[in-house]
Every structure is written in C-alpha cells, then in structure tokens.
C-alpha cells in the first residue's frame, strides 16, 4: 500500500496534534494499563506513525520500560517521530525507538510475535476492507492488546448550521470511501469493520467517542480543516465548487475570527484478548 501524502503533510499533523491529544479516550489506556504485562520491557509496534504524536502522548502514561518500533512509508516524518519520542516512561523507565519504513499492510503476527502492544492513530479509514482484514488478523494471532484511535466516523457538526453543511459532508464522505488505484477505501466505515473483523478472531473490543471540538481557541485547525474537507468534497462533487463560493467565503471568516465551532466525529477501539 502507498498513500500519496501532500508536502505539508507533516506541518498538519503538528496543527493537529492538540486536538487529538484532547479527544483521545483516557479510559481507554486505564484499561490497557490493567492488562498489559508487568515484566520486561513494552514492546508498541505503532503503525502510521507519522511524526510520533501516539507515541509522544501514550508512552509517558504507559509504565515501565518501553520499546517503541515505529511504522511509516514515509522516512522524513520516520526521522521526526524519533527524534520526538519523550526517553522515559511515566514511573521514569527509559523509553527506546527504532524505525521501520514500509508497508504496513503486509504486516504479519511473525513480525508481531514480541509486540505487547499494537496502535495507529488516524489510520483505519485509509485501508480497504481486505487490508484491514489482514491487520487485524495478524494483530489477533500476535495475541497482544490493540489500540486504534482517532478514527472519523463520517459526523460532522457546524455551528451555526448552515443548509449546504449537510450537502458538504455527504460529498467528503463519498471522498473518503473513494477508489484510488484499485483500492476501495474504508473512509467511515472502518471502525465498524475493524469491530466486526476482531470479533470474527473472538477478540474483544471496547469504543468510545473522541470527536474533536474545536472553538476560538482552535481557530487556525479549524480554518485548516475546513478548507481540506470542502475541497475533498468538491473534488468528489465538482458541481459544489459554484455552488459553495459563497458558503466557503462565509465559513472561513467565522473559522478565523473564532465564531466557527466544529464537531468531528471519531472513536478510540481497544482489542483485548480476555
């Protein structure tokens, strides 16, 4: 697999980052915690790491000794992430890194087999159905715990509602589920599928809701993402493109003068093997 990632990729993902770290289910890594080992050192395999924002944000709340194995196609954003993984843990064991580039979807539990841990954030919804059949397989015969955060389920809510906002999100989504050299992405579909496919492997999973909510103080994310969403719907759509002059115009003067308020819907999926 080898997702085309626009040039200022790794500048969004560092906008982003506060936001995701707002929206990621705390109670999700207390239950983790509960059933992780409590010998050696933690082996995360984290797949789609992009410039590290999981592994910055969940080692230090993981105890002791932690090795981070760090998955991306990309080696610029590799060289960022390792060079921003906190050292140590939150009882001050020591925190290490290696980077693997390549494809993450040929992943097999053999390459799992030392994995206390497997996470991707941001990821599920750029897979297909049979990609991500093949992950979650290898992660369910691994036999170690999964956790995938941060994944869209296709809501979106502005405030003020506007009558095209409706129009706007039914086009991303179509976007989103696009077929891009002959792979059929998951888009929003994914968390459910990714559900479905553990318990197919008799694992179990645990959801919770992290939508991001952004107000005045996110004012520059929010302009950033909706300019992103709006053109991948008009991409999808390119009758919008007239029709939402006007509506684009509107919402990112609200967007930059904070008056925007933006709900995007996603869910944090724990995978544990009781």
């Given at each position: 697999?080898s997702?085309?990632?626009?040039?200022?990729f790794?500048?969004?993902?560092?906008?982003?980052?506060?936001?995701?770290?707002?929206?990621?289910?705390?109670?999700?890594?207390?239950?983790?915690?509960?059933a992780?080992p409590?010998?050696?050192?933690l082996?995360?395999?984290?797949?789609?790491?992009?410039?590290?924002?999981?592994?910055?944000w969940?080692?230090?709340?993981?105890?002791?000794?932690?090795?981070?194995?760090?998955?991306d196609?990309?080696?610029?954003?590799?060289?960022?992430?390792?060079a921003g993984?906190?050292a140590?843990?939150?009882?001050?064991?020591?925190?290490?890194?290696?980077?693997?580039q390549g494809?993450?979807?040929r992943?097999?539990?053999?390459e799992l087999?030392d994995a206390a841990?497997?996470?991707?954030?941001?990821?599920?919804d750029?897979l297909?159905?049979?990609?991500?059949?093949q992950?979650?397989?290898a992660?369910?015969k691994?036999?170690?715990?999964?956790?995938?955060?941060?994944?869209v389920?296709?809501i979106?809510?502005?405030?003020?509602a506007d009558?095209l906002?409706?129009?706007v999100?039914?086009?991303?989504?179509?976007?989103?589920?696009r077929?891009?050299?002959?792979?059929?992405?998951l888009?929003?579909?994914?968390?459910?599928?990714?559900?479905?496919?553990?318990?197919?492997?008799?694992?179990?999973?645990?959801l919770?809701?992290?939508p991001?909510l952004?107000?005045?103080?996110q004012?520059?994310?929010?302009?950033?993402?909706?300019?992103?969403?709006?053109?991948?719907a008009?991409?999808?759509?390119?009758?919008?493109?007239?029709l939402?002059?006007?509506?684009?115009?509107?919402?990112l003067?609200?967007?930059?003068?904070?008056?925007?308020?933006?709900?995007?819907?996603?869910?944090?999926l724990?995978?544990?093997?009781?």
């Amino acid at each position: 697999m080898s997702i085309d990632l626009p040039p200022d990729f790794a500048q969004w993902l560092a906008l982003r980052e506060p936001a995701d770290v707002a929206a990621r289910s705390a109670e999700l890594v207390a239950t983790l915690r509960a059933a992780l080992p409590d010998h050696g050192p933690l082996v995360v395999h984290d797949l789609g790491a992009g410039t590290g924002s999981l592994g910055r944000w969940l080692a230090p709340l993981l105890p002791g000794a932690q090795h981070w194995i760090l998955y991306d196609q990309d080696p610029d954003l590799l060289a960022r992430a390792r060079a921003g993984m906190p050292a140590c843990a939150v009882d001050g064991a020591p925190v290490t890194v290696e980077t693997r580039q390549g494809d993450l979807t040929r992943l097999t539990a053999a390459e799992l087999a030392d994995a206390a841990l497997v996470t991707a954030s941001a990821l599920l919804d750029m897979l297909t159905a049979e990609e991500l059949d093949q992950l979650v397989a290898a992660c369910a015969k691994a036999g170690c715990p999964a956790l995938f955060l941060i994944s869209v389920t296709g809501i979106v809510r502005l405030t003020p509602a506007d009558p095209l906002d409706d129009e706007v999100a039914a086009a991303f989504n179509a976007h989103q589920r696009r077929t891009v050299g002959g792979r059929r992405l998951l888009g929003p579909d994914a968390i459910d599928a990714c559900a479905a496919a553990f318990g197919r492997h008799g694992v179990d999973v645990e959801l919770r809701p992290s939508p991001w909510l952004l107000g005045p103080e996110q004012a520059a994310l929010a302009a950033e993402w909706f300019t992103g969403w709006l053109d991948a719907a008009r991409e999808e759509r390119p009758d919008l493109t007239a029709l939402t002059a006007e509506y684009a115009r509107r919402r990112l003067a609200e967007a930059e003068t904070g008056r925007l308020g933006v709900l995007v819907g996603h869910v944090d999926l724990l995978a544990l093997h009781r």
